[in-house]
């Protein structure tokens, strides 16, 4: 079982920056890829960024691309999403979650933080 906690979230002008922390309990954190999803007002609920338990590799959504960056600190079992020049667009609830190694299921989910970006 593993708990999740995002925080960080806010309201920030379009061209600013924001870091998301998701930090988490439970045991063997390293052994789960680490994902950033967003969901915005009447839309789906899409992937953001995602990070690879076994060799830290990352996957990024074409729309933040360039813009924002996830890592982790297995020490610290927290992972981050650095959300750089933000836009309107990038405005959404955005949750932390977490996958076990080879599965294909994302089993643990946080309970949002709000991300607010003004034009």
């Known amino acids: 079982q593993v708990q999740l906690v995002e925080s960080g979230g806010g309201l920030v002008q379009a061209g600013g920056s924001l870091r998301l922390s998701c930090a988490a309990s439970?045991?063997?954190?390293?052994?789960?890829?680490m994902g950033w999803f967003r969901q915005a007002p009447g839309k789906e609920r899409d992937v953001v960024a995602s990070?690879?338990?076994?060799?830290?590799?990352?996957y990024y959504a074409d729309s933040v691309k360039g813009r924002f960056t996830i890592s982790r600190d297995n020490a610290l079992n927290t992972v981050y999403l650095q959300m750089n020049s933000l836009k309107p667009e990038d405005t959404a609830t955005y949750y932390c979650?977490?996958?076990?190694?080879?599965?294909?299921?994302?089993?643990?989910w946080g309970q949002g933080t709000q991300v607010t970006v003004s034009s």
């Open positions: 439970g045991r063997a954190f390293s052994t789960y890829n």
């Open positions: 990070i690879s338990y076994r060799d830290g590799s990352t």
């Open positions: 979650a977490a996958r076990y190694m080879n599965t294909r299921t994302y089993a643990y």
